[in-house]
């Protein structure tokens, strides 16, 4: 039973227009969530973050909107530029003891952005 | 600051042979984690220690699997004999770890391409 659903494998989108990406998950009690970036040949990056106590979180071009009555969150890159090609991922750390965890992932989305 | 090193970079292998990969995280972090990716899959949790006591091990095959973290900082995961179904891409990850109720990020290595043939 996968928690954590990106149900959009790919993304194509100009250069300077927005990019959505979106994620849904199963747990209402999931606190808190990620998105990492991948290019390939390279691990993981972490982009950003949210806290389930708030519903947008912005970052220069990335923003990341949390709406917990759907179990829905949704990163907005705007404007996309040709570097941000890469696979997205959303992410959910478990919470365990004083501290957070594991990480389970989505499938990932593949955004492309052309020049 | 140096990343999360890990080696080798790609490894071919035929099935039923063994196989072992090495990971040293950042300096001072005492969280470390093995991922699995499945080519269009997101990675998927091996095994967590913290320093080198193991917190999670649920997902990780043990009939062929193992993974030890020695003195709390290098780990190396082995697959013994290896499957066609280990292809995949194998992450090690490492974090703080937090005293208080907070998310500690994870820092990935650039993982190991393994191809069972």
């Known amino acids: 039973d996968q928690q954590v659903k990106q149900n959009s494998p790919s993304l194509s989108v100009q250069e300077g227009r927005i990019s959505i990406l979106n994620c849904d998950y199963t747990?209402?009690?999931?606190?808190?969530f990620l998105w990492y970036k991948k290019y390939p040949a390279e691990g993981p990056t972490f982009l950003i973050s949210?806290?389930?106590?708030?519903d947008k979180n912005e970052d220069g071009r990335f923003t990341v909107f949390l709406n917990k009555s759907a179990k829905h969150l949704s990163l907005h890159i705007v404007p996309s530029q040709p570097g941000d090609s890469a696979v997205y991922f959303c992410?959910?750390?478990?919470?365990?003891?004083?501290?957070?965890?594991?990480?389970?992932f989505g499938q990932g989305t593949i955004l492309t952005v052309h020049p | 600051e140096a990343g999360v090193a890990q080696s080798p970079r790609y490894k071919i292998i035929e099935k039923r042979q063994s196989v072992a990969f090495w990971c040293n995280p950042i300096?001072?972090?005492?969280?470390l984690y093995w991922y699995q990716q499945i080519l269009g899959q997101g990675p998927k949790l091996l095994i967590q220690?913290?320093?080198?006591?193991?917190?999670?091990d649920s997902q990780l095959p043990k009939d062929r699997f193992s993974a030890e973290r020695l003195k709390g900082v290098d780990s190396t995961l082995k697959i013994q004999p290896a499957k066609l179904e280990d292809s995949a891409v194998y992450l090690c990850?490492?974090?703080?770890?937090?005293?208080?109720?907070?998310?500690?990020?994870?820092?990935f290595g650039p993982g190991t391409r393994l191809t069972v043939l």
């Open positions: 990850a490492s974090s703080k770890t937090g005293g208080t109720v907070t998310y500690n990020e994870q820092f």
């Open positions: 747990n209402s009690m999931f606190d808190y």
């Open positions: 949210i806290s389930s106590i708030k």
């Open positions: 992410a959910v750390p478990e919470a365990g003891g004083t501290s957070y965890g594991k990480l389970t």
């Open positions: 300096s001072g972090h005492a969280t």
């Open positions: 220690f913290q320093n080198n006591g193991v917190v999670d």
